[in-house]
């Protein structure tokens, strides 16, 4: 089963903007405050091998990144597509 991971930052108005729509996917969520959790943040990154960026949605499914993107690059619809599969 598809799950997203996404890393919020507080401090962005794209970030904030985004939050509101991935809050209102029909999925399990999982957030990552960059502010109050910058190592867990730094971990994915290195886990995943994606550079740290914020707002930033991760799709992982079976262990593996399928989807990633990080600021106006984050399409919503796609996720939902990802995470209904």
Known sequence: MPLLLFKHSNSCSIS??????????????????VQRSRALSDEISSRLQLR??????IVLKNSGVVYHASHYDID??????????
């Open 16 to 33: 904030s903007d985004l939050f509101r729509e991935v809050s209102a996917l029909d999925s399990r969520v999982y957030l990552v405050v």
């Open 52 to 57: 740290h960026e914020s707002p930033q949605a």
């Open 76 to 85: 919503i619809p796609k996720i939902r597509e990802l995470l209904e599969k």
